[in-house]
């Protein structure tokens, strides 16, 4: 297992990241997973003995349930809490009441204090908000977050799904009023979704952002279960929650490419498929999650696959985003600007 820092943090994390939203099975998380607590002990041990100390729940994954399982397993296996970083989310909502939900300052400080009681933790190492809330101001949600941080319940605070002018608006924001800013982006990237190509990843690259991606075998459609001949796997997520949305001709098309390339390294698509998010630029941990011990280890050991500059281009040829406006002409009007061709 290798190591890389968080960002300009100076906190170092495995090149895996565990997460836990499989842990649970309460209500609609059932159909992605209901690994309960001898198994998810199971898994866990795995996990720390390969060397990932990196750690991701959420605390609408289950409803809490995630959590619940997440710190009670550190508990039973003993594991040295200054050995792991711990991350978790805010923004969901977490019950019936009209404040439940958000980003507003209440919700924020309400919901870290019960994750807190349900990971059994005295602080979280990573608190990302989950997504967008229109109706709290960027400069709102930045200064409760700052004062988070500030109570010692939080060490860094980081961002999932927000467009990249909102997380450029709060990075502003925090550099002009001294509060801390965010340290990574937690962002759905795959083969069959490279949309953050466009405007995170530069963004994450120019203000030195960790970048986590999540999901990166979409939602399981590039596990090597789904080919055109066969449309249900019968045992993936994606039989009964087909989500993250992707184009699934065009997915088809880079499974071919992956199986091909698979069996000259004599690895799996699914190994291919993560291995070339890990070796991607900017990749700071690759988010990988379990049902059972065979799919941990088989995700694991894809960090042994090395992908060669042909490897690369022949994924890259057909994996590519089309070109967008105003890339296409950025691009176009930057050659003049080359002199050591």
């Known amino acids: 297992m290798k190591y890389n820092f968080l960002g300009n943090t100076g906190l170092v994390v495995s090149e895996l990241c565990f997460g836990a939203m499989t842990f649970g099975g309460k209500g609609y998380w059932e159909a992605i997973g209901k690994v309960q607590q001898k198994e998810v002990n199971d898994l866990m041990k795995v996990v720390v003995d390969s060397g990932i100390n990196f750690l991701d729940t959420a605390n609408v994954y289950s409803f809490g349930e995630s959590e619940k399982l997440l710190g009670q397993s550190i508990k039973d296996l003993g594991f040295n809490r200054h050995d792991l970083v711990i991350a978790t989310k805010v923004r969901g909502r977490m019950g019936e009441g009209v404040n439940n939900a958000g980003l507003s300052r209440y919700h924020i400080f309400q919901s870290v204090d019960e994750s807190l009681q349900r990971l059994q933790l005295d602080h979280i190492d990573v608190l990302y908000v989950h997504g967008v809330d229109p109706k709290t101001p960027v400069e709102e949600i930045v200064r409760s977050l700052n004062d988070i941080v500030l109570t010692g319940k939080v060490r860094y605070i980081a961002i999932c799904n927000w467009p990249a002018w909102m997380v450029m608006k709060a990075i502003g924001i925090a550099e002009k009023n001294g509060w801390?800013?965010?340290?990574?982006?937690?962002?759905?990237?795959?083969?069959?979704?490279?949309?953050?190509?466009?405007?995170?990843?530069?963004?994450?690259?120019?203000?030195?952002?960790?970048?986590?991606?999540?999901?990166?075998?979409?939602?399981?459609?590039?596990?090597?279960?789904?080919?055109?001949?066969?449309?249900?796997?019968g045992d993936s997520r994606r039989d009964a929650f087909d989500f993250p949305p992707i184009n699934k001709e065009k997915a088809y098309d880079i499974i071919d490419v992956i199986a091909e390339i698979g069996k000259q390294h004599n690895v799996s698509v699914a190994e291919i498929a993560l291995a070339w998010v890990r070796q991607q630029k900017g990749v700071t941990s690759t988010i990988i999650g379990a049902k059972n011990i065979d799919q941990l280890h088989a995700n694991i050991k894809s960090t042994e696959v090395q992908l060669s500059a042909d490897d690369l281009k022949k994924i890259d040829e057909i994996s590519a985003l089309p070109k967008e406006y105003p890339g296409w002409m950025v691009e176009r009007q930057s050659a003049d600007r080359e002199i050591n061709k």
């Open 180 to 233: 801390h800013k965010f340290a990574g982006l937690q962002y759905f990237y795959s083969l069959s979704g490279r949309d953050i190509e466009r405007e995170i990843l530069p963004l994450a690259a120019d203000q030195n952002l960790a970048v986590m991606p999540w999901s990166p075998l979409a939602g399981g459609f590039l596990s090597g279960k789904f080919t055109r001949d066969k449309e249900k796997a």
